[in-house]
Structure formats: C-alpha cells, structure tokens
C-alpha cells in the first residue's frame, strides 16, 4: 500500500508483520506458509503471530495518536514474554539485546524494539490513520507528523472527503 521505504534495522520485521494484513481487503499473508516462511513463523504459532501484530498495530496507533482499532492484549504484556540474551562483542564492547531460543519471532520483535527504543527511532514507526488501511509506515517527515501510509492513496482520499465534506 505504501511507496514509502522500509524502516530501518529491525523495525523492517515489525513493519512486515503489522503489514501482513491487508485490512480493505481481508487477504492475510500469514494464512499461506509463503507467508509464514517470510517471517519464519511456523504454522503452530500462527494464533500468537496475529496478536503480536494486532498489539503491534494498536501500538502504531498510538504513535500516531489514534486510538487502538480494537481490543488487544497490551504490546508490554506480551514482549515481558519473550527470551531475550544481552551479547556483548569482544572485540569493541558493543552490547545488544538478541533472540533467544533460536529467535521466535516474539524474541526477534522485542529485539526490534529494544534496538529502536535505543536508537530513538521506535515512535516514527505508524500506523496509518485511515480506518480502511492501518497499514505500518516509517515516518520520516522532518517533524514526525505523517498521518497516512501514502499520499497518493489514503492521504488523497481524506482530503478528498474533507473537501466534498465542506461543498455540501
């Protein structure tokens, strides 16, 4: 939906999860194994994969200050659930959070933030505003205000109904 690029580091996979659902047409990606295979999800987790996203995507909301799209368990509650290792290079000192138990993709989500917490990029990840899309984008506006995915297509549309809204 959006032309806009990938977010940075490790807020690619969360992007890519929260991305999985198309919500004006229904079409789940993570219902194929494709899908799943992306994001190496395996089919056994798929129930907890698509409350990880929805919390992700009430999260994005958030960010963006809108309020969340339904009821979700809170994004905290789940990622106080995933293993995560501090490593730490021997050859510069450098300390990161990394996936344990060979990266579920709760480990590698609460990797992801904590990346972003620390490089101070975790509330310029979004979700779109228009209802129909909710679609995850990296906000890089200057001022960290972008509303929508795309301008062309949700932005385009709200102006749209906001302009035929003060004809009538």
């Known amino acids: 939906m959006s032309e806009r690029s990938s977010a940075p580091g490790g807020l690619a996979l969360v992007e890519s999860l929260v991305n999985t659902l198309d919500i004006e047409t229904g079409a789940d990606s993570l219902a194929t ?15 907890q ?5 929805e919390s992700l995507r009430a999260t994005l909301l ?19 659930r995933a293993p995560l290792l501090v ?8 300390a990161a959070l990394a ?16 990346e972003a917490l620390v490089a101070g990029t975790w509330a310029r990840l979004k979700a ?4 129909t899309c909710h679609w995850a984008y990296y906000d890089r506006s ?8 795309s301008m062309r297509v949700c932005g385009a549309r709200a102006k749209m109904r906001r302009y035929r809204a003060k004809q009538t």
Request: charged share 25%; net charge neutral.
């Open 33 to 47: 194994a494709e899908g799943r295979a992306r994001l190496g999800i395996p089919e056994a987790e798929l129930p």
């Open 62 to 80: 958030a960010h963006a200050g809108h309020p969340p799209h339904r009821t979700v368990t809170p994004l905290g509650e789940l990622l106080a």
């Open 142 to 149: 200057p001022a960290g205000r972008g509303r929508w995915c």
């Open 87 to 94: 490593t730490v290079d021997a050859r510069d000192g450098s």
């Open 99 to 114: 996936p344990a138990d060979g990266g579920p993709l709760l480990s590698r989500v609460a990797a992801a933030v904590a």
């Open 128 to 131: 779109c505003e228009a209802v």
């Open 49 to 53: 994969a698509r409350e990880l996203r």
